[in-house]
C-alpha cells in the first residue's frame, strides 16, 4: 500500500454557486500545465474535489509545483481504496503508522456515499479502535491531535488523507480576465502582480524604456522579474516602449514641479493603448498611498484623470515593510533591489508636486502637442514572451 494520490482542496471557489464549474475546469488546465514536466501523472475532477493520480510518481515536488497554483486552499496525499470497510482499516492503519513524530491522533470520516453501510460517527470509533488495537504507544485526542486521519467515503471510492499541506488560495489565475501590469523594475509593482493574479487575473506587463539613461540591465531586470511572476501564472507578455524622446520632451516643456504628474499621465495614456490592442480591460500598478510625491490621493486624481480604463493597485494601504515581506516571499526581492534604474528613478524633478491639479496638468500639457511622440513610442513596442523556461541573460554578478 502506499500513497497514491494527491487530494486538492478548493477555498474560496467552492462559494461560486453555478459558476464553480467554469472556476474548476481552469484551475484544473493551470495544474495540469504546472505539473507538465511530470508526463505519468494525471489531473482528475469530481464532484467537490480534484485529485492528482501520481502513478508511481515521487510526489515532493508536485506538491512543491502545486503550492505556487492559485486556487488551491490545501493539498493532501491520499490513498484510494474501494468503499468496503476492512480496505478503509488497512489504509488508515498505514496512515498512521508512517506519520512522524505521532503520539495523539483522531479520526474524522465524512461518508458522501449514503449507501456505505456504516454511518459516519459509529465508523469513527470503529476506525479508532481498529487503529488502537494494531499499534503501540498511541492514543486518541479529539481536541488537540497530532494528526488527523481523515476518510473522505465517496460514491466512487474512499480516500484516506493525514497531513495537509497549505495552499496558496484565491482564485485560478484567468477566471477574473486580463490586466496590463506597470512593471518598473522596482520591489512594489511585482508584488501587485502577484497579488492581481490572486484574484484570478492574467498578467501582460508594460514596461517604459529610456535608453541610454537606462541601461539594458534594467530592462533585463524587468524580463526576470517577469519570469519570476510566470511561476505563479503561466507565460507573461512584457510590452517594451521606447520612452526617451517622450520622457526628454516633458521635462524640458513642462514646469519642474509637474514634470512627474505629466510623464506618469503619459504612461497611462500609453498603456491604455495598449490595453486597448490586447484586449485588456484594466491596469494594475504597485502604487502605495502617500510612498511618493506621484502617490498621493491629489497626484492620483490627476494621473486617472487621462484614462477610462479601471487601475487596481493592490497595495494601496499596505505598510512598505508588509510589501518587502511578500517580495521575499515570492522570490523577487533580490532582483528588484539590483542596481540598474528604471525611468522613473533617473527623471526624478527636485520639487515634484504633491498635490497636483487637474486643471494646471492640463494647462501645462495643452502649450505643446505630444500626439506624434505618443504614436511614435506605441509604434516602436517590443514585445517578449516570457514564460517559465525562457532562458535568461546572466546578471552583472554573475559574470563576476
Known amino acids: 500500500m502506499e500513497y497514491d494520490h494527491i487530494l486538492i482542496r478548493y477555498g474560496e471557489m467552492a462559494l461560486k454557486g453555478k459558476n464553480i464549474k467554469k472556476f474548476i475546469i481552469r484551475l484544473q488546465e493551470n495544474v495540469q500545465q504546472k505539473l507538465k514536466a511530470f508526463p505519468n501523472v494525471k489531473v482528475k475532477r469530481t464532484q467537490g474535489r480534484m485529485f492528482i493520480i501520481l502513478n508511481g510518481s515521487d510526489p515532493a515536488p508536485i506538491i512543491e509545483k502545486c503550492k505556487d497554483i492559485f486556487g488551491i486552499q490545501s493539498l493532501s496525499l491520499a490513498i484510494k481504496v474501494e468503499n468496503e470497510p476492512e480496505a478503509v482499516k488497512e489504509a488508515a492503519l498505514y496512515a498512521l503508522k508512517n506519520s512522524e513524530e505521532v503520539k495523539k491522533f483522531k479520526v474524522t470520516v465524512k461518508r458522501i456515499d449514503k449507501d456505505f453501510p456504516i454511518r459516519s460517527q459509529e465508523f469513527n470509533q470503529i476506525l479508532g479502535g481498529h487503529l488502537l488495537s494494531n499499534t503501540e504507544g498511541y492514543t486518541v485526542d479529539v481536541h488537540q491531535p497530532d494528526l488527523e486521519i481523515k476518510v473522505e467515503i465517496r460514491n466512487e471510492a474512499t480516500y484516506i488523507t493525514s497531513s495537509v499541506v497549505k495552499g496558496l488560495g484565491g482564485l485560478p489565475v484567468g477566471t477574473s480576465g486580463k490586466s496590463l501590469l506597470l512593471l518598473s523594475g522596482g520591489i512594489d509593482s511585482p508584488v501587485a502582480g502577484y497579488l ?205
Open 196 to 400: 492581481a493574479m490572486k484574484r484570478g487575473v492574467q498578467l501582460e506587463a508594460i514596461h517604459f524604456h529610456s535608453p541610454p539613461f537606462t541601461s539594458d540591465r534594467a530592462k533585463q531586470k524587468v524580463l526576470d522579474l517577469a519570469k519570476q511572476l510566470t511561476r505563479f501564472g503561466g507565460s507573461i507578455k512584457v510590452h517594451i516602449v521606447p520612452f526617451t524622446k517622450l520622457q526628454q520632451e516633458v521635462f524640458k516643456s513642462i514646469p519642474n514641479g509637474y514634470a512627474m504628474t505629466i510623464m506618469r499621465r503619459m504612461m497611462m495614456r500609453i498603456s491604455e493603448r495598449v490595453c486597448e490592442q490586447e484586449s485588456i480591460l484594466s491596469m494594475t500598478t504597485g502604487e502605495n498611498l502617500g510612498q511618493v510625491a506621484s502617490q498621493t490621493m491629489e497626484s492620483m486624481n490627476t494621473i486617472n484623470e487621462v484614462t477610462n480604463y479601471p487601475v487596481i493597485r493592490p497595495l494601496v494601504t499596505m505598510d512598505k515593510s508588509d510589501i518587502i515581506h511578500i517580495s521575499q516571499q515570492i522570490g523577487t526581492y533580490e532582483t528588484s533591489i539590483l542596481p540598474y534604474e528604471d525611468c522613473c528613478t533617473i527623471f526624478v524633478p527636485k520639487a515634484p508636486k504633491t498635490k497636483p491639479k487637474r486643471e494646471k496638468a492640463n494647462y501645462y500639457e495643452s502649450t505643446k502637442d505630444y500626439t506624434a511622440l505618443i504614436e511614435e513610442a506605441v509604434s516602436g513596442i517590443e514585445k517578449v514572451k516570457v514564460t517559465a523556461e525562457t532562458t535568461m541573460e546572466p546578471t552583472f554578478e554573475d559574470l563576476f
